[in-house]
């Protein structure tokens, strides 16, 4: 069983069915023993991982110290004079190790999961698939973490400083509790990761032919309209900035993955031998055109042709005028 999970004794082209459903389970196992070494890792180290977790706080009440100290803005006293972050039952420091354990073991397990997938869909796939599965792995890992820190270094800091903000115009004494705080940086990050992999499923659906270019270019304003819904709803407040902001990169997103969506659908049809552009396919072809005609040209109903003899008719001798008196031409 050991030898199984680390190496594959049989091509994946070479597999029958159950074959393939048992190599399903143990890509899925290894995905799972690689996310359970990173839990198990963050709670071995259980002290430092949540020093990692509480930079969002630091850069928050310390803007100075953020590396996007020029996007956050400064913090109100309560923020400052804040002190460690409080739990109030037994049950709250485990969810404190259960979430950083979580973020941890999806850091690690992302990119198996990834080659996994890759290696699991590579036989169903030409050689000029394959060639593209590997740039289209490595951006969906690059998107994710650029999410992710994304949510990180800017987005986390500066929904903190909001929140103390309504709270000090409210006077109200906020006491920010361990396992909230912890949860909301960790979904916070899964969340913008997840979302930056909206690009790559548009790509992914235009190349399935499931949907065309040009008709997701065309409906533009109801992809913004619900790109900046999906921002509000990522987002605990969707506030202006982080609301222009977030929605400008994702729509600037959607933008480049319909060129790149057009240009592959382009190449993929014109390797089957069909025309370039999918909206082709709606205009009838010259070949239907002519064969069209031809068909209602024999469907016509054609006149009864009358036999005729086809030795041609005797000609009318021409009549010659009478002789005049006295000319003894006609006697001849």
């Not at 309504?166 to 916070?188: L, N, P, R």
């Not at 997840?194 to 008709?215: C, D, G, H, N, S």
């Not at 005729?308 to 008196?325: M, V, Y």
């Amino acid at each position: 069983m050991l030898s199984t999970l680390i190496r594959r004794n049989k091509s994946r082209s070479e597999m029958s069915f159950l074959e393939h459903l048992d190599d399903l389970r143990i890509s899925m196992i290894r995905v799972v023993t690689v996310f359970a070494v990173g839990m198990v890792t963050a709670l071995i180290f259980y002290k430092q991982t949540p020093a990692l977790l509480n930079m969002p706080l630091e850069w928050a009440k310390h803007p100075e110290t953020s590396p996007l100290a020029f996007a956050l803005s400064q913090p109100g006293d309560g923020l400052v004079n804040m002190g460690e972050l409080k739990e109030f039952t037994f049950m709250g420091v485990w969810k404190v190790l259960m979430y950083a354990g979580f973020g941890v073991g999806v850091a690690l397990a992302s990119p198996v999961f990834l080659y996994e997938t890759a290696r699991f869909v590579g036989p169903a796939l030409t050689d000029r698939e394959k060639s593209g599965l590997v740039p289209f792995c490595g951006a969906a890992l690059v998107l994710f973490l650029m999410g992710a820190a994304l949510a990180f270094y800017w987005l986390s800091p500066m929904s903190i400083q909001i929140w103390q903000h309504f709270a000090e115009g409210m006077k109200m004494e906020v006491t920010w509790q361990a396992s909230d705080y912890y949860a909301f940086v960790v979904m916070m990050c899964l969340l913008t990761g997840l979302t930056f992999q909206f690009p790559l499923a548009l790509i992914v659906l235009m190349w399935l032919e499931l949907v065309r270019p040009k008709t997701l270019l065309k409906s533009w304003r109801g992809m913004l309209v619900g790109i900046m819904l999906l921002v509000a709803l990522i987002t605990p407040i969707a506030e202006p900035i982080s609301l222009i902001v977030m929605t400008s990169v994702l729509f600037s997103f959607y933008l480049a993955a319909v060129a790149v969506g057009t240009v592959i659908v382009r190449r993929k049809r014109v390797a089957r031998g069909d025309k370039p552009n999918p909206e082709d396919d709606d205009l009838p072809d010259d070949d239907e055109d002519d064969s069209a005609n031809e068909d209602d040209s024999w469907r016509k109903p054609r006149k009864p042709v009358t036999p005729t003899d086809s030795s041609p008719a005797p000609t009318k001798p021409k009549s010659t005028p009478p002789p005049a008196e006295g000319d003894l031409s006609s006697l001849d």
